[in-house]
C-alpha cells in the first residue's frame, strides 16, 4: 500500500490545536477486538460499532493527556496517531527534567480515565443518583455489579423502566467505562514501552532493570493469554517480550 493509499483511509483533523491522524488499522483492530468475528445480527452490529466508538474515544483521551502535557513542558506542537496498536504521540521534544517527564507519561493513563468518570456522572444524573453513578465507573469494569448498594441499583433499574435510560445507552457507557479503565490499568503495567515501563525507566533510570521486568511480565502474560485463548494479547505481550529482550541484550 503506497502513501497515497494510506492517507485517503486516514481521518484527519485538529482539536484544541494538535493534529490527529487516525489509520484505517485502528478501526479495524477496535472492531475485531469488539467481537467483528462473531456478529450474527444487529444487535451484535450494534455492539461492535459502539465498542469502536468507544474505543477511538478513550484511545484519543489517553494521547491527548500526553500531547497537551508535551506542548506544555515543550512549546511546541505535538501530533497524535491512531493507529493498528493503539496511539502514539510524537512530541517536538522531550520535556527537560525527570519529574516532568514523569508527569508527561502519567498523564495519558489518568486522562484516558476521564472519558469513563464523565459518562459515570453523567449517567449518576440520568437516574437521579450521583452515587449509582460512581460505584458504576469504579465496579462494573470489574464484574462486581452485585457489590453496587441496593438503593443506587434500583435507581437505574427504574430509570430504565421509566424510559429515562435506554438500554442502548447505559450499553454505550458500560463500554466507555469498561475501556477507560482497563486501557488506562493495562498503560500502567510495568512493561517497556507502555506507560508503566516508562515510569519505572524514570523513576529506577535503570533500563537493564527496567527491559528485565518488562521482558519477564509481557513472557508470564504471553502464556497466560495463550492458556486463555486470548490470541491478540498473546501476540501483543510476546512483541512486548522480544522487544525488551532486544533492548536488555544491546544495553
Known amino acids: 500500500m503506497n502513501e497515497h493509499e494510506v492517507s485517503r483511509g486516514t481521518l484527519r483533523f485538529t482539536l484544541w490545536g494538535i493534529p490527529i ?103 449518576g444524573l440520568q437516574v437521579g443518583n450521583l452515587g449509582a453513578g460512581i460505584s458504576f465507573f469504579l465496579l462494573s469494569p470489574f464484574g462486581l455489579d452485585e457489590a453496587i448498594p441496593h438503593e443506587q441499583m434500583v435507581s437505574l433499574v427504574q430509570a430504565i423502566r421509566d424510559g429515562d435510560l435506554s438500554l442502548t445507552m447505559l450499553q454505550l457507557y458500560s463500554t466507555i467505562i469498561l475501556i477507560s479503565v482497563w486501557w488506562s490499568i493495562f498503560n500502567l503495567l510495568p512493561i517497556y514501552p507502555m506507560d508503566g515501563g516508562k515510569l519505572i525507566a524514570t523513576v529506577t533510570d535503570n533500563m537493564k532493570l527496567t527491559t528485565l521486568v518488562g521482558m519477564a511480565l509481557a513472557g508470564i502474560l504471553a502464556l497466560l493469554s495463550l492458556t486463555g485463548g486470548m490470541w491478540f494479547t498473546m501476540v501483543l505481550m510476546g512483541y512486548f517480550a522480544y522487544i525488551n529482550w532486544q533492548l536488555y541484550k544491546n544495553l
Not at 487516525?22 to 477486538?33: D, E, F, K, R, T
Not at 468507544?54 to 511546541?76: I, N, Q
Not at 527537560?96 to 468518570?117: I, N
Open 21 to 123: 491522524s487516525i489509520q484505517p488499522s485502528c478501526w479495524i483492530v477496535l472492531a475485531l477486538l469488539g467481537g467483528a468475528f462473531r456478529v450474527s445480527d444487529g444487535s451484535d452490529l450494534k455492539q461492535v460499532l459502539i465498542f469502536v466508538a468507544a474505543g477511538v474515544l478513550c484511545l484519543l483521551a489517553h494521547e491527548l493527556g500526553h500531547a497537551l502535557t508535551a506542548r506544555r513542558y515543550t512549546g511546541g506542537t505535538p501530533t497524535i496517531t491512531l493507529a493498528l496498536m493503539g496511539g502514539v504521540t510524537r512530541p517536538t521534544g522531550l520535556p527537560r527534567t525527570r519529574a516532568q517527564y514523569f508527569t508527561y507519561v502519567l498523564a495519558g493513563p489518568l486522562a484516558g480515565l476521564l472519558p469513563g468518570l464523565l459518562v459515570a456522572l453523567l449517567l
